[in-house]
C-alpha cells in the first residue's frame, strides 16, 4: 500500500496520473495548501520543503520509504515497477533529462504565471509578460521536441509525458494559447483521451475548488 499526499493542482495530478497508470493501490491523504496543510509538522517529515506531492511506500522490507518532489516520485515509481521508463541507457538518460527540464523550467514558469494571473492582487503587467513568454519557449522546446513524435520519448508513452502534461492542460486558465503549437496540441489531445489519465485528473474533484491550482 502507498500513502499519497496530494491536492488537486498540476503538480499533484502528475503523481496522481502515473499511480492511476501503474494501477498499484493507494491512499490519497489531502494536503489543503490553501488552509497551510503543507506546514503541519508530520507533513513536514514526509516533505521537508513543505510541498506535495509527497508518498510514503509501505510495499518495501524495513521501514517505509518517504519520497517528495514530484520528479523523485515519478522516477522512483516508475524504477520500481519497471514501467514507463526506458530500461536502455540513452532512453532512460532522455527520460531523466525531461524529469529535470520540467522541475527546473517548465513547472516554475507556468506557476509563477499563474499567480500573477489568478491570484497576485493588483496589476503586474511586466510579471505576466515576463511569465507568460517564458511559459510560450517552454511550450516550444516541447513543440520542438514533438516534431515527428507521438510522445517526448519517441513512440512510447512515458513519465516524460505524465510530468509535463498537466501544465499544458490548463494553458487556457493561465492566457496562454497553443494555436501556434500544433504539435503540443496534438500531444495534449492523445494524452488526455487516455482513461487513467483522466482518473489521474478527478482525483480529489469533491475538494478541488477549494483552492488555486498553482502548487
Partial sequence: MLDFYFWP????WKV?????????????????????DQFKPKFLEISPNNRMPAIVDHDV??????????????FYLAEKSGKFIP???????EALEWLFWQTGNQGP???QLSHFVNYAPGEHPYSRTRYGNEYDRC????????????YILGDDYSIADMICWPWILIAKPLGASLDAFPNVTHW????????????????????????????
Fill in 9 to 12: 493542482t498540476p503538480n499533484g
Fill in 16 to 36: 496522481s496520473i502515473l499511480l492511476e497508470e501503474l494501477g498499484i493501490p493507494y491512499t490519497t491523504h489531502p494536503v489543503n495548501i490553501g488552509k497551510g
Fill in 61 to 74: 522490507e524495513g521501514e517505509p520509504i518517504t519520497v517528495f518532489e514530484s520528479g523523485a516520485i515519478m
Fill in 87 to 93: 530500461s536502455d541507457p540513452r532512453g532512460r538518460k
Fill in 109 to 111: 514558469m507556468a506557476g
Fill in 139 to 150: 511550450v516550444g522546446v516541447l513543440e520542438r521536441r514533438l516534431e515527428a513524435r507521438e
Fill in 188 to 215: 495534449r489531445k492523445a494524452v488526455k483521451d487516455r482513461p487513467a489519465v483522466q482518473r489521474g485528473v478527478d482525483v480529489g474533484k469533491n475538494f478541488r475548488r477549494a483552492a488555486p491550482p498553482t502548487n
